[in-house]
């Protein structure tokens, strides 16, 4: 469902979209945003497509968007969004920090990270920023991003026998589910394990979910 405000908001405020799945979030940033003088925000998004939409709508000034929401999740929608408009200033504002969700976000076109645990100030510092052209990263945030920076990346191979590691599969059962060789399921597992910097299965899928390549 789509929620429109009908206010007439002052023509020099900054205005913003709000794309989360949770209702109390949406109707309470709206209220703290609303609330401020040179905010106004011109639509409510439930899921990524409706985030999407409602920005080919209203073209906002800045947009917030959770990660984790149904039907197209926010780094699609961010990505959806950056590919059509080249001035698109997105914040990211998700309950999760692990280095692989802040390089996703980033990398699909973000301008800003704020954890929804975060000082209300601290959102609007990162809106009038980002509002203004500049990016908005705290420190706790970009000290994560370097460090993922660092990390040799997964292949889109290797993340789908990680997913299946994660099942609890053996390497037979892996090779069967991809339809490739048992052999060839040994290689991508020595990989993993190197790139992830751990000796066996157990460590590699404790490093995946906490940094986020992976989820339950």
């Known amino acids: 469902m789509t929620h429109r405000l009908t206010a007439t908001p002052d023509s020099s405020a900054i205005r913003i979209l709000i794309g989360d799945d949770h209702p109390f979030m949406r109707e309470g940033l709206a209220a703290v945003l609303d609330y401020k003088p040179d905010m106004t925000v ?11 939409e ?8 800045v947009t917030l968007m959770d990660l984790r929401m149904p039907e197209m999740d926010g780094v699609k929608a961010i ?5 059509e408009f080249d001035n698109a200033r997105i914040i990211v ?7 692989e969700d802040i390089y996703r976000g980033l990398r699909a076109g973000a301008k800003g990270y704020v954890l929804k645990d975060a000082e209300p100030d601290e959102l609007l510092t990162a809106i009038r920023a980002v509002h203004n052209g500049k990016q908005y990263i705290p420190p706790a945030v ?19 026998v990680l997913r299946l590691m994660a099942t609890g599969k053996s390497n037979l059962e892996i090779s069967i589910a991809l339809g490739i060789a048992e052999g060839t399921v040994k290689f991508h597992v020595k990989n993993i394990l190197s790139k992830l910097a751990v ?13 986020g390549i992976i989820t339950l």
Do not use: W
């Open 142 to 160: 970009g000290a994560k991003l370097a460090e993922r920076l660092q990390s040799p990346e997964l292949s889109d191979r290797e993340l789908e």
């Open 54 to 61: 409602l920005f080919r709508q209203h073209q906002p000034d």
């Open 199 to 211: 000796s066996d299965r157990t460590q590699a899928m404790i490093v995946a979910l906490k940094r």
């Open 79 to 83: 990505a959806t969004i950056c590919a």
């Open 93 to 99: 504002l998700t309950t999760y920090d692990s280095d």
């Open 42 to 52: 011109v639509g409510q998004a439930c899921n990524g497509y409706e985030a999407v």
